[in-house]
């Protein structure tokens, strides 16, 4: 499947994203990418949450490919029923574990948890950092296994955002072409 044949929703996670993180930057250089916005990023509530990622894919006319970061990836684990036929896949990037006590201090992952480990209906490609501070390398090994996602190992690097030093991350976009290739 070509990017420029799609819609890319980017669906970010837990707090801002700057405006040199990765996924600004993707949004930047594609004219069919779009951030889901989000009332609250620093409170998130689920329902919400959900409803902005609906009312976004009711903008979509092509088919839908997500890609989520952190929070982000939980929202649409949650969600993968639910979701119009028009998605496609989600390339899901670091995930982060709410069901760990104490992950964030200003919130405790709330209606997000318990993470869902339900298969997702579409195609779904997990990259994980073997350090990620939000998240046991094993644990984003089981998400990726439960949610029937292929995986990929990105090594020792961070929470991939902006604090582990993935503004640009050529690296992901690479990959996310790849994956956006096996889907014919």
Known sequence: MKIADTDILLVPGYGETPPDHWMQRWQAKMANAWIVEQKNWHQPVRKDWEDALLKRLEKT???VVLVGHSLGCILISHMGHQLKDNVKAAYLVAPSDWDREGLVKEFDGGAFKPISLDPIPFRTHVVASRND????????????????????????????????????????????????????
């Open 61 to 63: 006319t092509r088919p």
């Open 133 to 184: 501070p939000y998240c046991e390398f094993a644990r984003a090994e089981l998400f990726a296994k439960s949610w029937g996602s292929t995986f990929q190992d990105a090594g020792m690097v961070g929470h991939i955002n902006m604090e582990s030093g993935h503004g640009p991350w050529p690296e992901g976009l690479m990959s996310f072409a790849g994956f956006m290739k096996k889907l014919g």
